[in-house]
């Protein structure tokens, strides 16, 4: 893409540009923090207010039955089942991710303690998002197990041996945007004996998953980034059907009881995946949710989620090679990966010496202008190996080419101009 | 009362009468089920909308500190501490009741295992909310504790004794309306050397609770019965503050940490109440809640809780000595206890035989003709002791006098009519 009317002319032949007319922007953004919160869809207020003013208003608890309230998590569920590789019924909506790789990873704890209890080691990264590694903490802690975390992809390998228990990655790295590979690191760690749980929280929506597809054993995700679901939307959690009735999970709510309405003393789990829904979910914020999800399947018709995936790698390829072209004498570099099977749907961005601890400021000026994209920050002792980091995320659903162009050409801008020096310090950062 | 113009003459002289302007509620109705769900705020609708249209869609990810959404579980828990006698900053929003009870039963059973672990039993009531006797359940499993339930509230002096870890009961029971003696149990308990966790899902916004002036240890309750929250509002949790910086609570995520934007691993709880949050929590339905809590502050400057009582002791005993004097013949009988002191703000009816299977009819002809409480099962084994139930909650905030005596009034013409006999049998029930 060498010229802003190159980019207009791939908008104007994308087919799927018309997706884009199915949500609120804001006037004047350039919007690529869908990685964090995705935009409000177009039909989210009505419903809502439908939900609000009749459902719970005017029809009260009648609506557990004439709205079926009582089955959001599964009709929500089967809806996002759709685009990660899952059959209905094997994904329900429910709480929060933290709280669902709890429900999880508790039951592959129980599943590994009884098949092989010798085996002792739950094995995530680092760099995993840090909730992750606080609930294995937590369990490991409970369980008598190990946090092992490493700190490059290359350690994988050697960690899936006869001590290994559990692989749990985030199959796209809240930070760099890295990709595993889901099929064959499960396919590796389930040869060496242990269980996967992935994370989808930044591949759900993003990327084509196909959990059946890897025999994958369980996954969580995040319904308030690429689903669109609004802030703080519930979560997701798929088991696979060979795993769903071996255990309860500890999180045992009357909701998730085999019959929620006997109201008898002596937890039954559901069978299937409804056992992993623990109290009364809110229904307001499941069916926003659901409109979120509904804006991804409306691009079924024109080839769903690899179409989708088509173009979210032509346009972080156009921004990673545009920043490269020209912002890199400015002193920007390229941190996600370049190979299109290893990348997410986002480009993460650094800066060089001497301005590797500019990134924030960097971000807060490109923000000022209009173009809202995040830092994260990197190791202060090592920023050469985990630098300071520019986020731009890339959801095609309602990102055009003709943005990418503009954005760089602000981020050349901010860093050609030294306005960024004059972008205020805030504490506070958004939400992943 | 004994005429429905004196019912009326009561109305017009309730000093509350005006809060009840705050509420939608649906026309030719009387809603006597707010201790299943809450009727609807006429506050909520413009306020979840302003959410949606300007928080989410036009200041987006800005929103986590413009519209400070990271502090909605302190901002909303402090509104709903001055319902509990809690202090501001010892309550907080989150997750549900049952994911509640396991962070504060799960914490308890630390402290207990830490200062007596000798204590092996936690000791609660079979006809407490099930779904806090499947939590439980699964907390005693992890830990080698056991769960000892009694029959009835005069088995309790008994188990307070050296085995006793911890106490749970719920203050208000969900089917009969017996409300305990919070104060005197909770230092029976702790004389005993035991803690205590009270759920007030069906206390908070209805009667009278002081936590502190209880020296009560841990408490949770409900958003979306008398907090008029909406359907699957998020939860309540409180710690006594002598309490909360000893130990993590397990679900350990980032939303609790002390410091959830720095990205590092290794969990860090945050000072005070706030660890007790997990995962990001709803903006949409914890701004719901709010508007729904509003609507019990709006009664401060008229006598908060204690005038809602007041008036709450006065619709349920009218009610009960109605349904006794005026359907007793019919074959009804009150079940709820009639010592004001021992009474939620709920009725809960029951019929003789030859009538005892009738109660699921009766409910559903009283719906039929506008009046909706619901239907809670017996026990088919013993239904003189545990009968079916026919349950009436009675919300001060938008129920009057003039509506009791018309509720009374349809029953008597539903059992006299027979018309009860023709209800439809609809598998399935309200949520509680």
């Known amino acids: 893409m060498k010229t802003r009317n190159e980019a207009l002319a791939r908008d104007a032949s994308d087919p799927l540009r018309g997706l884009k007319a199915q949500f609120e922007l804001p006037a004047g953004v350039i919007y690529l923090d869908g990685n964090s919160l995705g935009v409000l869809p ?9 939900v609000i003013a009749r459902e719970w208003g005017q029809d009260l608890i009648k609506s557990w039955n004439t709205a079926d ?15 990660v590789g899952a059959a209905p019924g094997e994904l329900i909506v429910a709480d929060s991710t933290s709280l669902n790789l709890y429900k999880v990873l508790a039951a592959a704890i129980r599943i590994a303690q009884a098949d092989a209890p010798e085996r002792k080691l739950i094995v995530s990264e680092r760099s995993n998002f840090p909730t ?24 994988i390998p050697s960690t899936l041996n006869a001590d290994l228990a559990v692989l749990m990655l985030t199959e796209v790295n809240y930070r760099t945007g890295y990709r595993h590979d889901m099929a064959a690191l499960t396919a590796a760690a389930q040869a060496a004996g242990a269980l996967t749980i992935w994370d989808l929280a930044h591949s759900a929506g993003a990327v084509p998953v196909d959990l059946n597809g890897a025999k994958a054993d369980f996954a969580i995700g995040c319904g308030y980034k690429y689903l669109n679901g609004g802030p703080g939307a519930p979560a997701f959690v798929w088991v696979h059907p060979r ?25 039954q789990p559901a069978p299937g995946v409804r056992r992993y829904v623990c109290g009364t979910p809110s229904v307001i914020a499941s069916s926003a949710l659901e409109c979120g999800v509904d804006t991804l399947l409306a691009a079924e018709p024109l080839g769903g989620m690899a179409a989708l995936r088509e ?22 570099y390229v941190v996600s990966p370049r190979e299109a099977a290893r990348r997410g749907s986002q480009v993460c961005l650094a800066l060089h010496a001497p301005l590797e601890q500019a990134g924030y400021a960097v971000v807060q000026a490109l923000i000022a202008r209009g173009v809202i994209g995040d ?33 760089v050409e602000h981020l050349r801008q901010v860093l050609a101009s030294g306005e960024w020096q004059e972008a205020r310090f805030n504490e506070k950062s958004a939400v992943t």
């Open 42 to 50: 177009k039909a989210t207020a009505a419903r809502v207010q439908d």
């Open 69 to 83: 309230w009582m089955h959001l998590p599964e009709r929500v569920g089967d809806k996002i089942a759709r685009l």
């Open 132 to 155: 992750d590694l606080y609930i294995a903490e937590s369990l490991c802690a409970q369980h008598g197990l190990t946090l092992k975390l490493v700190d490059s992809v290359d350690e």
């Open 243 to 267: 795993h769903t009735d071996r255990f309860w999970q500890p999180l045992s709510g009357w909701m998730g009881h085999a019959a929620p309405f006997q109201f008898t003393p002596g937890y």
């Open 311 to 332: 173009k979210s790698l032509a346009l972080t390829e156009a921004f990673a090679a545009l920043a490269e072209q020209r912002c890199g004498e400015l002193g920007v």
């Open 375 to 407: 830092f994260r920050a990197g190791d202060p002792a090592r920023l050469a190996e985990v630098p300071h980091i520019l986020r731009f995320g890339f959801t095609p659903l309602y990102i055009g080419f003709a943005e990418v162009w503009d954005a």
